[in-house]
């Protein structure tokens, strides 16, 4: 008879101060010993949008290294696992509270992390570097979202990526955005023969930033509550089309996840650092299960 091992892990909801808001993420602070194939398994079992697994680095000068898991395949990064292992990682004490900033190895590469102190600290994630892919007929892209072609704004849908290939997709009120859903014929037509796999976001421009829903069915994930990794591009892809509301702003926010009734609310700050403009994303977390899960 084999002995099972017990591995503690974690449930915070992300990008929320109320408990059961916000986007749900499991973190295994000491995910030693188990393998791909365990993690993958683990990350379809709890079903939640990503499942983290906290392991030593590889990389010189980060803290930790984060390896992130939908339950349908492997993440090179994500945000709401970033900002939500951050902040367990701090809980935990596996780095001091004491640290401002720190660095997170993920797949893609050192996502630099900082800490807003006060009695809530907010977790912000740098954004890796955007990659602008093409842009998609606008009135394909209202079909395959269950929209009439004047539900759109007119600014052509664009896939842009900082880890995560993104379809943005603009439309004219928060309305508009609580009505669409994804066709999946429709959907699967909107895709040349080399394009990857990628998200749907779809957003409108408010008075705060952006009203949003994301959509990744080919992740294995209907609809995402917070999805920090497509919330710089948005932000870059709003930046770029004039779509915020006043001039100078450099901080709004995202509201996401509200029609699911998850809502979440996710900041967006732009900074310049060394002479380069960096976009970073913040929220705040709530802690909400510690449990351990027997293997």
């Known amino acids: 008879m084999s002995l099972s091992r017990p591995y503690r892990y974690r449930v915070v909801d992300v990008f929320s101060e109320i408990p059961l808001e916000g986007n749900p993420l499991a973190v295994f602070p000491d995910a030693s010993g188990l393998d791909d194939v365990t ?11 990503e499942t983290a697994f906290v ?4 990389l010189e000068n980060c803290a930790v290294q984060v390896r992130i898991f939908t339950p349908a395949r492997e993440m090179v ?38 800490v807003e ?14 990659e602008e892919g093409r842009t998609f007929d606008p009135d394909r892209c209202a079909a395959a979202l269950g929209l009439a072609p004047t539900d759109l704004l007119g600014v052509n849908p664009q896939l842009l990526s900082a880890g995560n290939p993104t379809l943005f997709v603009p439309v004219k009120c928060t309305e ?15 895709k040349a023969p080399d394009d990857e796999s990628f998200c749907v976001f779809v957003f409108a421009p408010t008075s705060e930033g952006a009203y949003s829903r994301m959509f990744a069915p080919e ?7 917070a999805t920090g990794s497509s919330t710089g591009p948005l932000a870059c892809f709003m930046l770029r089309h004039g779509l915020l509301s006043g001039s100078g702003r450099n901080r709004w926010t995202s509201e ?17 650092e060394l002479g380069s403009q960096q976009i970073d994303v913040g929220g705040h977390v709530t802690p909400l299960v510690d449990a351990v899960m027997r293997l």
């Not at 392991?55 to 590889?58: D, E, F, I, K, N």
């Not at 508009?176 to 909107?190: E, K, P």
């Open 117 to 130: 102190q006060g009695d809530r600290p907010m977790i912000w994630l740098t954004t890796p570097p955007i």
């Open 176 to 190: 508009i955005v609580d009505s669409a859903f994804v066709d999946s014929a429709r959907m699967t037509l909107l």
């Open 39 to 49: 993690m993958q398994k683990i990350a379809r079992e709890l079903n939640l949008s």
């Open 256 to 272: 996401q996840g509200t029609k699911m009734g998850r809502r979440s609310i996710l900041h967006i700050e732009i900074r310049t």
């Open 77 to 114: 990064f994500a945000g709401h696992p970033t900002v939500g292992t951050s902040f367990v990682l701090l809980d935990e004490g596996i780095v001091s509270r004491a640290v401002d900033r720190f660095l997170v190895e993920e797949k893609i590469g050192p996502i630099p992390v900082r």
């Open 219 to 225: 992740y294995g994930v209907a609809e995402d509550p």
């Open 55 to 58: 392991l030593p680095p590889t």
